[in-house]
């Protein structure tokens, strides 16, 4: 008798990754290289964020669905492209990834109330079942009150930290100057996420999520308040 093989465990495709890289990086290197070639402020931050969504609509377009990772990917250049093309000042358009960064944040704060954090969601693809994890999450978070709220507050930190993030580039939009922004805006966002996974991974450390013996890994079947242990 043939038996099904189990579903394979979902990871991060090159594509996201590529598509994660030129989020950050290209928009800058096409704004500088524009302004090297005699374009305006304006016009090249306008043109190079264009150019850098390009990738993010070819898989829209290709694929017509995408889920976790790819979703929160695309959906975050293509809310940048839009914003981009709201009429406004040089200033507003530098302050663009503010709007997106704290959408972000609001979101991962909103998702705690939901069935799966956001933290969750993005970080499960990821390390699920490698790095010490443990495998077969969905069971852990049916099981381990401790479990769902360790993801419950790692999404709170990650708004947070974001939302920090997105009143710091109001800020330097508005005071730096403009050929300044769009690398200090990506030096920013490498400082965030690196904070922001050290303050977590730090978290997830006193958790002891990484240890098989510890109470969020045995998994109590009741809240602390008695719910079920189903309870979401």
Do not use: K
Not at 29 to 34: D, G, K, N, S
Not at 56 to 64: I, K, N
Not at 66 to 87: C, E, R
Not at 125 to 133: C, S, T
């Amino acid at each position: 008798m043939t038996t099904a093989a189990a579903p394979r465990r979902t990871r991060p495709t090159l594509g996201v990754v590529l598509r994660v890289g030129v989020g950050l990086a290209v928009p800058s290197a096409l704004y500088y290289l524009l302004r090297l070639l005699g374009q305006g402020v304006y016009v090249s931050l306008v043109i190079s964020t264009l150019l850098s969504a390009v990738p993010a609509l070819y898989a829209l377009v290709r694929h017509r669905r995408v889920d976790g990772l790819s979703t929160y990917v695309t959906a975050m250049m293509l809310g940048g492209l839009v914003v981009s093309l709201v009429p406004g000042s040089t200033r507003f358009l530098l302050a663009r990834e503010s709007v997106m960064t704290g959408v972000t944040g609001l979101w991962f704060l909103a998702s705690t109330r939901a069935r799966r954090p956001l933290a969750y969601q993005l970080t499960r693809p990821l390390v699920e079942g490698r790095f010490r994890w443990p495998d077969r999450w969905d069971a852990l978070w049916d099981s381990s009150s401790l479990f769902r709220r360790m993801w419950r507050v790692t999404s709170v930190i990650w708004g947070v930290g974001l939302l920090a993030d997105a009143a710091g580039r109001v800020v330097l939009a508005y005071t730096v100057d403009p050929d300044l922004v769009p690398a200090l805006g990506l030096a920013l966002y490498v400082v965030s996420v690196v904070v922001l996974n050290v303050m977590v991974t730090g978290y997830h450390v006193l958790c002891r999520v990484h240890d098989p013996r510890s109470p969020i890994r045995r998994g109590d079947r009741t809240t602390q308040e008695g719910e079920p242990a189903g309870t979401t």
